[in-house]
């Protein structure tokens, strides 16, 4: 993909200015959580937000709206999957905080969804990823490709576990 279509160019040159302008390359957690949270489209459509980010996880919550229910009234599955996807793209870059200003690309490239229980209200997604390969790649402030593995656990306003989602990634960063 080339820098002029990757849709990060902009938000991180806007960031990278902002950081600069404030004497400082140290980005703040919450404006990173709020520029993650409105920055696709597809989910500001929706109405999936990234309502906590730190180093260690994300969360993201999915609205209770008919549009999102399938045919028994229960959430959809493909609602749960977003709301997990968001997630844990909101921990990756809580956790990635240090060089996410350097973060090429970062897609999803495989998922495995286990859906427990049928999911009702609104839905609050936690999502971990690999602490481990986040060190390491931190450490090594090289320009690399890297894999890195995550979890996504959702609840329903009961507190019930509806749904868990193994996130598969590989990113691409640039050297720091």
Do not use: C
């Amino acid at each position: 993909m080339s820098p002029d279509l990757n849709p990060l160019t902009s938000v991180v040159a806007a960031e990278s200015a902002r950081l600069a302008a404030a004497g400082t390359d140290v980005i703040d957690l919450e404006r990173l959580r709020t520029v993650v949270d409105s920055m696709v489209p597809f989910n500001n459509f929706v109405g999936v937000r990234i309502t906590e980010l730190s180093r260690e996880h994300a969360v993201a919550e999915l609205p209770v709206r008919d549009e999102l229910l399938n045919h028994f009234g229960t959430v959809h599955a493909g609602a749960l999957f977003l709301a997990a996807e968001v997630a844990g793209a909101g921990a990756f870059s809580g956790a990635m905080a240090p060089r996410v200003l350097q973060v090429q690309r970062f897609v999803l490239r495989e998922s495995k969804v286990g859906f427990l229980k049928p999911a009702s209200g609104r839905i609050r997604a936690r999502a971990t990823v690999d602490q481990h390969v986040v060190t390491e790649v931190l450490a090594r402030r090289s320009a690399e490709r890297f894999e890195l593995t995550g979890t996504a656990l959702l609840h329903d306003d009961a507190g019930l576990l509806v749904a868990r989602v193994e996130l598969d990634y590989v990113a691409w960063i640039a050297a720091a």
